[in-house]
């Protein structure tokens, strides 16, 4: 029996498609990310699976359990599902020692683990109105984990925070699964942070459900042009210059090794701190590979071999 099961779940708003027949499922302590456009459905799959949103059909199974719609019961949610969302709220001017124990169930003991592994510990004796942005959202989280959930369900969790808070957030979410045994799903249009952190990635277009497949698999081998894009830097060449008759080739940027040559002209650079993203033409096509060479000079001619994967459509 799946820890969660997802069986054709549909959605629709004043005839526009939300969800359309997504199938998924979820096992015990894993990490699983929902990517895709704005539009797709993510945040609406995410909610309907913590019981705070009514699909028009289909059915949620948690723990074996059918997970009631938001119409079905007098106050929305499960109670082994908790729900963080973007908009995150904390009752103002108030304790956050006093915020965290009005939720928390845990003992003394559990309590200060838990405040450990949110990276809270220090904030107990401040004021609700005395947080950075960051510190709110940890402190939201733990309380929500005060209420003992089983599976977490995370709406964008590292968007508008910096390099540092994203860091720690990644340390609290990997802590989270190992040391309380909490299962996670998360949202994100991140794909640093989807593929630093997931162990399997579902990708949503237009409320369906278009690819699925460990976080190696879906980055490596995207079904299409959207997926691709969607998880980071791409080189497309067409039939025309395609290793592959009649099909266009993919390929990352980290599988092209610059070398000496002549073959093509490099027209565009990023420097990105540790390398540097280059843009060369060859034959009519821009083709795009990381280099550690801080000094790459537009206009210059190069050359270069694919050093790994390539996919084909």
Same mark, same amino acid.
């Given at each position: =029996?799946?820890?969660?099961?997802?069986?054709?779940?549909?959605?629709?708003?004043?005839?526009?498609?939300?969800?359309?027949?997504?199938?998924?499922?979820?096992?015990?302590?894993?990490?699983? #990310?929902?990517?895709?456009?704005?539009?797709?459905?993510?945040?609406?799959?995410?909610?309907?699976?913590?019981?705070?949103?009514?699909?028009?059909?289909?059915?949620?199974?948690?723990?074996?359990?059918?997970?009631?719609g938001?119409?079905?019961?007098?106050?929305p949610?499960h109670?082994?599902?908790?729900?963080l969302?973007?908009?995150?709220?904390?009752?103002?001017?108030?304790?956050?020692?006093?915020?965290?124990?009005?939720?928390?169930?845990?003992?003394?003991?559990?309590?200060?683990?838990?405040?450990?592994?949110c990276?809270?510990?220090?904030?107990?004796?401040?004021?609700t109105?005395?947080?950075?942005? $960051?510190?709110?959202?940890?402190? #939201?989280?733990?309380?929500?984990l005060?209420?003992?959930?089983?599976?977490?369900?995370?709406?964008?969790?590292?968007?508008?925070?910096?390099?540092?808070?994203?860091?720690? =957030?990644?340390?609290i979410?990997?802590?989270?699964?190992?040391?309380l045994?909490?299962?996670i799903? =998360?949202?994100?249009?991140?794909?640093?942070?989807?593929?630093?952190? #997931?162990?399997?990635?579902?990708?949503?277009?237009?409320?369906?459900?278009?690819?699925?497949?460990?976080?190696?698999?879906?980055?490596?081998?995207?079904?299409?042009?959207?997926?691709?894009?969607?998880?980071?830097?791409?080189?497309?060449?067409?039939?025309?210059?395609?290793?592959?008759?009649?099909?266009?080739?993919?390929?990352?940027?980290?599988?092209?090794?610059?070398?000496?040559?002549?073959?093509?002209?490099?027209?565009?650079?990023?420097?990105? $701190?540790?390398?540097?993203?280059?843009?060369?033409?060859?034959?009519?096509?821009?083709?795009? #590979?990381?280099?550690?060479?801080?000094? =790459?000079?537009?206009?210059?001619?190069?050359?270069?071999?694919?050093?790994?994967?390539?996919?084909?459509?």
């Open positions: =029996m799946a820890f969660l099961s997802v069986h054709n779940l549909n959605k629709n708003n004043e005839g526009e498609i939300v969800l359309a027949n997504i199938q998924l499922q979820l096992n015990k302590g894993e990490k699983l #990310a929902i990517a895709g456009e704005t539009g797709s459905g993510k945040t609406s799959l995410l909610k309907m699976i913590g019981g705070l949103e009514q699909p028009d059909a289909g059915d949620i199974y948690f723990e074996g359990t059918r997970v009631k938001a119409l079905e019961q007098l106050i949610g109670p082994g599902i908790a729900y969302s973007q908009d995150f709220d904390l009752p103002h001017n108030y304790y956050v020692h006093e915020v965290l124990s009005y939720s928390n169930e845990f003992t003394e003991e559990k309590a200060a683990e838990l405040y450990d592994i990276h809270i510990s220090h904030l107990l004796k401040r004021r109105n005395q947080l950075s942005g $960051g510190e709110k959202q940890r402190i #939201a989280l733990a309380r929500l005060g209420s003992m959930p089983r599976l977490l369900l995370l709406d964008e969790p590292f968007s508008n925070f910096d390099a540092i808070h994203k860091k720690t =957030m990644r340390k979410l990997d802590d989270i699964c190992k040391r045994d909490i299962s799903i =998360m949202v994100s249009h991140d794909a640093l942070d989807i593929l630093s952190w #997931a162990d399997r990635i579902v990708i949503l277009k237009d409320g369906k459900m278009i690819q699925e497949g460990t976080n190696r698999d879906v980055y490596l081998q995207p079904i299409n042009e959207y997926c691709a894009a969607l998880l980071g830097e791409y080189s497309l060449l067409t039939t025309e210059i395609s290793d592959h008759p009649g099909k266009n080739q993919f390929i990352r940027p980290g599988y092209i090794q610059l070398k000496p040559g002549n073959d093509a002209e490099l027209i565009h650079t990023e420097y990105f $701190g540790s390398y540097v993203l280059v843009s060369m033409l060859y034959q009519n096509q821009v083709i795009k #590979a990381f280099s550690s060479n801080m000094n =790459m000079v537009v206009g210059n001619k190069t050359s270069f071999d694919i050093t790994g994967p390539k996919w084909y459509l």
